[in-house]
């Protein structure tokens, strides 16, 4: 079993739509949550991240952390076709800088 | 804005070659780090590099050595590139723990 698991995808949602990407993880250690968006022939750049458990809201996005059932979420409102990118889930523990990410979710946002 | 630069986007090389992969950071950071990027796989750990002569082994360390003279500058090396070398290369610095800036990648060919 990978110690994090995330859908592949594809995932095509119209414009408008609210996006529900998720992870689930085997490692009880980890503490920081995060989501990267990684457009076609660039490098994954951050979105949010999260500390622990719990919600954060950046804009549209939202990001969700429920150790208890060890899944996270991120959500996307009001969707655009600009979102259309592969959105990778990654984690780590307090004091190692060695992340493990998920294999990412390609989304395709239809105008 | 921080800017991570990677030497080449796209390389080909012939089996047996030794291959330098070139990333440089502008932004004074510690921590510098290599990924492979593969389909399905997602990015794993290569190497790390937390100072200057410092660094430390990811996860698939085997047939790579990094080097790092100067903390702005992260080289990777195939010694003997072989075909399952094949992969997208992505670099990356950071100096949080929950936030990697990442390069935009070379993409290697090993035929």
């Known amino acids: 079993q990978k110690e994090v698991e995330q859908d592949p995808g594809p995932l095509s949602v119209p414009e408008g739509a609210i996006v529900s990407l998720n992870c689930t993880y085997s490692n009880s250690a980890f503490q920081y949550f995060m989501w990267y968006r990684q457009y076609s022939r660039k490098g994954p750049e951050l979105l949010m991240y999260t500390y622990s458990s719990g919600n954060k809201e950046d804009g549209r996005f939202t990001a969700q952390v429920d150790k208890s059932s060890k899944y996270i979420s991120l959500f996307i409102r009001d969707s655009q076709p600009s979102d259309s990118a592969t959105y990778l889930c990654a984690m780590t523990s307090s004091g190692t800088y060695k992340y493990i990410f998920g294999t990412g979710t390609r989304l395709k946002v239809l105008a | 804005d921080v800017k991570v630069t990677q030497s080449s986007r796209y390389l080909v090389k012939r089996t047996g070659e030794k291959v330098f992969l070139e990333c440089v950071q502008d932004m004074d950071h510690e921590n510098m780090f290599w990924y492979r990027q593969d389909p399905g796989l997602g990015l794993r750990l290569i190497y790390f590099s937390y100072d200057v002569k410092m660094k430390e082994k990811g996860d698939i360390p085997e047939g790579y050595s990094v080097s790092r003279e100067k903390k702005e500058r992260f080289s990777l090396i195939l010694e003997s590139a072989s075909t399952n070398q094949t992969s997208m290369y992505l670099c990356?610095?950071?100096?949080?723990?929950?936030?990697?800036?990442f390069g935009p990648g070379t993409r290697l060919t090993v035929t």
């Open positions: 990356a610095s950071s100096i949080l723990f929950y936030e990697q800036y």
